[in-house]
């Protein structure tokens, strides 16, 4: 387990490098909704470490991309729908992401920085810990160890206490450990956690707490994050896109068996076949699924509200910028690939 001077030097690390801050799910009830707890309410949560030592913190993060759609191919009656895709810059280096590699560009030109933030990566944590105190009318699951997917307004006040030098322990640490209150309010129409914060004392884990422990073990939080995409699954990423900024419906025949959107009946039996990967998928759960589906995130109440859609003035803006370089037919939409052409060569 790591220090808290190690975790406060690599915190400061990540922010002198600027990689520092920029959101009911999993089948079963591992996961503790904090989201739906009442307005005005309080849950308390112990954060524990991760069961990975070699891990400097006490969370994982992940980097997901949305990805909207239309609709679905073959299937009239369907509503839009999102696919959530994971950033390679997880894992790999700035611009691995065939994604992120187009909008960094969009955000030159005023016009395009809506859609930007559209398609930029969201950021949430994975933590696992006990809820010591559950304002949430649910049954506590066999193994109470739960596990909490973090949002990023969520996690600046964790982070923050941490770096602040007058927090001397460890919050994880079984004997002189710090409880996490989270508060949920609202701000106009969204939740709103920013009154969250640590118990001002210290507190022992109890005999109930370090025998679950000792039962079920801690969670590798590692097995939590999505699989890194192969140089194929880059390729189908970078296919849906462009698919999703030129408005077009999910195609599951070339992407049923790659990535799908949460909650969706598909038949993949004719789709393009995935032909592996370059890192093995994590198991998490007993019997993992075949086809990397969607991860399926319901947690709205906290979630970031997603990017508005570009004003019509805008819209003209960025269609003027293609024409400049590729024009369209009289009345035609500009594909993704036109915008993507016309960012690219304002880019250079």
Request: proline share 9%; with cysteine.
């Given at each position: ?196 914060s640590w118990a001002r004392r210290e507190r022992s884990l109890n005999s109930d707490e370090r025998a679950a422990i000792d039962t079920y ?132």
């Open positions: 387990m790591a220090s808290l001077a190690e975790i406060r030097a690599k915190l400061q690390e990540q922010d002198n490098r600027g990689g520092g801050n920029q959101s009911s799910g999993g089948g079963d009830n591992a996961i503790f909704p904090f989201w739906n707890i009442p307005e005005n309410s309080t849950s308390v949560i112990r954060f524990l470490p991760d069961g990975d030592t070699s891990n400097t913190f006490f969370w994982r993060e992940r980097q997901m991309i949305r990805l909207e759609f239309a609709g679905v191919e073959g299937q009239p009656d369907s509503r839009r729908v999102t696919v959530n895709v994971p950033c390679n810059e997880m894992w790999g280096p700035v611009g691995s992401c065939p994604v992120l590699s187009e909008v960094r560009n969009w955000f030159k030109d005023p016009s395009l920085e809506d859609m930007g933030r559209k398609y930029w990566k969201k950021r949430s944590y994975v933590f696992q810990g006990f809820v010591v105190e559950n304002s949430l009318d649910e049954e506590t699951p066999e193994n109470p160890i739960r596990r909490f997917i973090i949002n990023p307004s969520i996690f600046n006040i964790i982070k923050g206490a941490l770096m602040d030098s007058d927090f001397e322990e460890l919050p994880t640490d079984y004997e002189a450990g710090t409880d996490f209150r989270l508060t949920k309010t609202t701000k106009g129409q969204y939740a709103d956690y920013s009154t969250s073990g801690l969670y590798n939080l590692n097995d939590y994050l999505p699989k890194q995409p192969s140089e194929e699954e880059l390729r189908v990423i970078g296919e849906m896109f462009e698919a999703s900024v030129d408005g077009k419906l999910y195609d599951p025949a070339a992407w049923g068996n790659f990535y799908r959107p949460a909650g969706v009946q598909i038949d993949t039996s004719n789709s393009a076949p995935n032909t592996g990967s370059a890192s093995p998928a994590p198991a998490p759960a007993p019997a993992p699924a075949a086809t990397p589906v969607a991860e399926t995130v319901t947690d709205t109440g906290w979630q970031e509200p997603a990017a508005p859609v570009t004003p019509p003035a805008q819209q003209e803006q960025v269609a003027e910028t293609v024409a400049a370089t590729a024009p369209a037919a009289e009345g035609e939409k500009p594909s993704a690939q036109d915008i993507l052409a016309a960012i690219r060569a304002r880019g250079n």
